[in-house]
């Protein structure tokens, strides 16, 4: 039946966070507290970081959980996640907030590697553990990844870290889920993990609408929420109104 002429169409109601690494869910906070008091519905996923194949399905688990179609947020390395899992068929559409999103056979390193961030060029930033868990140096952590925030909230990340199996970043992907849903995107200006050229070849290369936050670190997610969260309304939006 055709909806009645004048009706709205409602937006999709579900959105699933996803964090990217050495960090985890928390860092959504702010995120979650703009759109749950605008009625969605909001789940976050914590990856355990020991594998990309178990990351995957700690996001593909909250998905299953969903009660309807929602939208599939990844933030970092959860960008990466999210072009994997987001092949799941409760998926609607994708946001992509300072994040990779590599094709098919493609992985994040090798990607980064080709354009370089600021991390990449800072000697002694990344730290292995003997047993191969990646980490950043604490000591430069608020220097590199949240530089916006405040100083005890960057501290404490710092402090805080989900270290990070290093083949996590190696993993080539075998599904690249921005190719069939529609994808929207955020490029932090001043993001020294991240290449904000590498962001916005990305979402440019998944004709994936997006903007730039000027001076955003890439917490962005926690240092601009109210701009992080107007995309992912505005891509719920755009996928309800399309939906049949």
């Known amino acids: 039946m055709?909806?009645?002429?004048?009706?709205?169409?409602?937006?999709?109601?579900?959105?699933?966070?996803?964090h990217g690494a050495w960090v985890d869910a928390s860092g959504w906070k702010p995120i979650y507290e703009i759109l749950t008091s605008r009625g969605y519905r909001v789940s976050m996923v914590q990856e355990p970081e020991t594998s990309f194949a178990e990351d995957v399905a700690a996001a593909q688990?909250?998905?299953?959980?969903?009660?309807?179609?929602?939208?599939?947020v990844g933030h970092s390395y959860g960008g990466s996640i999210?072009?994997?899992?987001?092949v799941h068929p409760k998926v609607a559409g994708l946001v992509y907030v300072a994040a990779h999103a590599p094709d098919i056979g493609e992985d994040e390193g090798e990607?980064?590697?080709?354009t370089p961030s600021v991390?990449?060029?800072?000697?002694?930033?990344?730290?292995?553990?003997?047993?191969?868990?990646?980490?950043?140096?604490?000591?430069l952590f608020s220097k590199l990844f949240a530089p916006d925030l405040p100083k005890e909230r960057a501290a404490f990340a710092a402090r805080s870290q989900v270290l990070a199996k290093k083949e996590v970043f190696s993993t080539p992907l075998t599904a690249a889920a921005?190719?069939?849903?529609?994808?929207?995107?955020?490029?932090?200006?001043?993001?020294?993990?991240?290449?904000p050229d590498l962001e916005r070849f990305y979402y440019e290369r998944a004709k994936a609408p997006f903007i730039v936050i000027e001076g955003a670190s890439h917490s962005v997610y926690e240092s601009h929420p109210a701009r992080v969260a107007e995309v992912i309304e505005k891509a719920a939006h755009k996928v309800g109104e399309a939906a049949p």
Do not use: C, F, H
């Not at 909806?3 to 959105?15: D, F, K, S, T």
């Not at 990607?111 to 080709?114: E, P, S, T």
């Not at 994808?183 to 020294?192: I, L, R």
């Open 2 to 18: 055709a909806a009645p002429l004048g009706a709205v169409a409602e937006p999709v109601r579900n959105i699933v966070l996803v």
């Open 61 to 72: 688990r909250v998905l299953d959980m969903q009660d309807g179609p929602a939208i599939l």
């Open 82 to 86: 999210i072009t994997e899992a987001g």
């Open 111 to 114: 990607l980064g590697n080709k």
């Open 119 to 139: 991390l990449a060029k800072t000697e002694g930033a990344i730290k292995l553990t003997p047993d191969g868990y990646t980490y950043l140096n604490p000591e």
């Open 178 to 195: 921005w190719k069939k849903k529609p994808s929207w995107g955020v490029v932090a200006g001043n993001d020294q993990i991240i290449n």
